[in-house]
């Protein structure tokens, strides 16, 4: 019912910024939390962000916080990530995913739907 397609990840270098971008089709609802996750090779899937579609109310993970911003265009149905100050441990595929049940935002499993994921490397 929903489909999510990212963009913007590449190569950058420590310090750097890059922003990545979900464009939302489908069935989408103005209550409706998108996040975004990032899992490294060998690691589990881990929580970055996440944005209200009816608000501003926003989550970070604490190694992110203060160097990464989400937003949303909501006329756009975008979800964005600015990611600035860029350390080669935020080296990972990053997923954007929309939330499908009523439950903790911050948690993977409430999310029924996730993009494809893109690749972001910082190099050092």
């Known amino acids: 019912q929903v489909q999510l397609v990212e963009s913007g990840g590449g190569l950058v270098q420590a310090g750097g910024p890059l922003r990545l971008s979900c464009a939302a089709s489908?069935?989408?609802?103005?209550?409706?939390?998108m996040g975004w996750f990032r899992q490294a090779p060998g690691k589990e899937r881990e929580f970055v962000a996440t944005i209200s579609w009816n608000s501003i109310s926003t989550y970070y993970a604490d190694s992110v916080k203060g160097r990464f911003a989400i937003s949303r265009d909501k006329f756009k149905n975008t979800v964005y990530l600015q990611m600035n100050s860029l350390k080669p441990e935020d080296t990972a595929v990053y997923y954007c995913?929309?939330?499908?049940?009523?439950?903790?935002?911050?948690?993977?499993?409430?999310?029924?739907?996730w993009g494809q994921g893109t690749q972001v490397t910082v190099s050092s």
């Open positions: 489908g069935r989408t609802f103005s209550t409706q939390f």
């Open positions: 995913a929309a939330l499908t049940i009523p439950d903790d935002p911050r948690r993977s499993s409430s999310y029924g739907y």
